[in-house]
């Protein structure tokens, strides 16, 4: 009889038990990384990306938590984006990203800050776990005597296969001189050649002709 007692005790346990295990709350959702932010997109044989009008609606983009954006990608690649000192107060959108070879991929973010506009391509090593150069696409920024205005095509510029950038500059300012003032405009424009798994910056054979081949919407 001692032994039935005994033996009835241990299943009440282990019924007990059962049922608490069975009550335990669901395990929480896995936390995005930043990557998880970006669609990811086949490109067209030439994307252009350049600054929109401010009457237009903006591009649609996932928002990223300004910690996560700004914890994960290194600083080192951020620091040539003067404006961005303060990231507390810009405004981080994911857009897509896709294949440029091997092992590599192109995350394009869009970063904004007041009036200014920002569009980098982030080089993601896939099998380091990551983010290894970024490149500027396109930008908007200055102040009333000046600004700059960057836009890039992004297509196999070389027919290698892979995608290549060509990047227009277009600096604008406003010059005193006497009793008037001056307004003048320069255009430059950049090649950089997806080779060894990174852009590369190459010589232009004609900027001149490649300036007039690939515009830029202006803002002025």
């Known amino acids: 009889m001692i032994f039935h007692h005994f033996s009835l005790f241990q ?18 959702p896995k936390e995005r990384e930043l990557t998880d932010y970006f669609q990811l997109h086949q490109l067209p044989d030439t994307l252009l990306v350049e600054i929109a009008e401010e009457t ?31 990231s507390a107060e810009a405004v981080v959108l994911g857009h897509q990203h896709f294949p440029l070879g091997g092992e590599s991929e192109a995350y394009w973010v869009e970063v904004r800050q007041f009036w200014f506009k920002h569009h980098s391509l982030l080089v993601y090593d896939k099998a380091r776990k990551t983010f290894t150069d970024r490149i500027t696409a396109a930008e ?20 290698d296969g892979q995608k290549d950038i060509v ?10 001189d006497g009793d008037t003032v001056l307004e003048r405009t320069s255009e430059s ?12 910056e190459m010589p232009l054979p004609d900027t001149a002709a490649t300036i007039r081949q690939y515009p830029i919407r202006t803002l002025w």
């Open 167 to 176: 990047r227009r500059d277009i600096q604008h300012s406003m010059v005193p």
């Open 140 to 159: 908007w920024y200055g102040g009333d005597g000046g600004q700059v205005l960057i836009g890039s095509w992004i297509f196999d510029f070389d027919g």
């Open 56 to 86: 237009e609606l903006p591009e649609t983009g996932d928002p990223i938590p300004n910690s996560l954006f700004f914890s994960t990608v290194p600083p080192t690649l951020l620091q040539e984006i003067e404006y961005l000192a303060d």
């Open 189 to 200: 424009a950049t090649l950089l050649l997806w080779k060894k798994n990174q852009f590369l």
């Open 11 to 28: 299943l009440c346990s282990i019924t007990f038990v059962a049922l608490l295990l069975s009550c335990q709350r669901p395990s929480l």
